[in-house]
């Protein structure tokens, strides 16, 4: 458990990473001012995009800020360097001793962030609302990001149908439906004709 090796404040530096979806420049800038009323306030001039966004507290991060005993006041991760707080550079430090210690390759502060968005994606959640976590300005951008290809979009598709239109009289029912009721009986009318049809053929063989 890679969470198991890291020490404070990395470890609640990396668990808001990943519930929130932030980038470890947004996360490392954060005041104690920017969290309030159960959200997490990521101001625009630390975003990527230049723009602010709000993120709720789940049950999970709230747990892991009161155990990580922050600052009252001021930056979360304050650091005697330059910019005045923890860098980017020291974190990844930290992160890959832990990761080494449990023998994982390839780990980096952005795994945080596409994990989270990556199992919102295949947990079923909308582009739109995994967008509204993330920032990214477009949802052509998110989904590059999550490199969804066509087969991927696809088989979610067909899927979706499937569970939508269980037989093909649901389907043609559902799609009939929107032209109104006068066109739904007259289908109904012309299946029954149908199915009569198809029930004569079969005693006659």
Known sequence: DLWGELGQPHLVISQICYY???????????????????????????TKTRKTRTVEITRQLKEALDAADLPRSG??????????????????KALKRAAGLIGVDGVSSHSFRRSMATHLHLAGV????????TGHSTLASLERYLDIGSAEAFSQHQETLNKLFPGPKSQLRCAIRL???SALHLVDVQLARFNRTLTTQRSDQ
């Open 75 to 92: 930056l979360l991760f304050p650091s005697s360097g330059q910019s005045g707080h923890l860098t980017p550079v020291a974190f990844e």
């Open 20 to 46: 929130t979806a932030a980038r470890i420049g947004e996360v490392l800038q954060l005041r104690a001012e920017d969290i309030k009323g159960g959200r997490i306030i990521y101001r625009a001039s630390n």
């Open 126 to 133: 909308p582009l739109r609302s995994i967008q509204r976590l």
């Open 179 to 181: 032209a109104g009721k």
